[in-house]
């Protein structure tokens, strides 16, 4: 079992920045691939970073592409995502969420192949 939970969400001005941190419980977070995802009103939840287990791969959406930086610290059993140039479509409540993962890393966008999830926190950016 893992256990995640979030900080770090708040109202920002567009044009600021946030950076979202999750700690993860129990010994094996190096063997879980992290992401996090986000949900805006009357949208779909969708995958917003991912990086590997060793933190050496990481994806990015097109929409935050440039501004966003996941990271990972193993030994601290944690994920973090800075946030730039915050706009105000990146107004939602974000989530990570783990998976484990065996075998070479791959981009998985769909929300029900992550095992855990964290409680979520809300980053709104005012224009």
């Known amino acids: 079992q893992v256990q995640l939970v979030e900080s770090g969400g708040g109202l920002v001005q567009a044009g600021g920045s946030l950076r979202l941190s999750c700690v993860a419980s129990?010994?094996?977070?190096?063997?879980?691939?992290m992401g996090w995802f986000r949900r805006a009103p009357g949208k779909e939840r969708e995958l917003v970073a991912t990086?590997?287990?060793?933190?050496?791969?990481?994806y990015y959406a097109d929409s935050v592409k440039g501004r966003f930086t996941i990271s990972r610290d193993n030994a601290k059993n944690t994920v973090s995502l800075q946030m730039n140039s915050l706009k105000s479509e990146d107004t939602a409540v974000y989530y990570c969420?783990?998976?484990?993962?065996?075998?070479?890393?791959?981009?998985?966008?769909?929300?029900?192949?992550?095992?855990?999830w964290g409680q979520g926190t809300q980053v709104t950016v005012s224009s």
């Open positions: 990086i590997s287990r060793s933190g050496g791969i990481t």
């Open positions: 969420a783990a998976r484990p993962n065996a075998g070479s890393f791959v981009v998985v966008f769909t929300p029900t192949r992550y095992d855990y």
């Open positions: 129990g010994r094996t977070f190096s063997s879980y691939v």
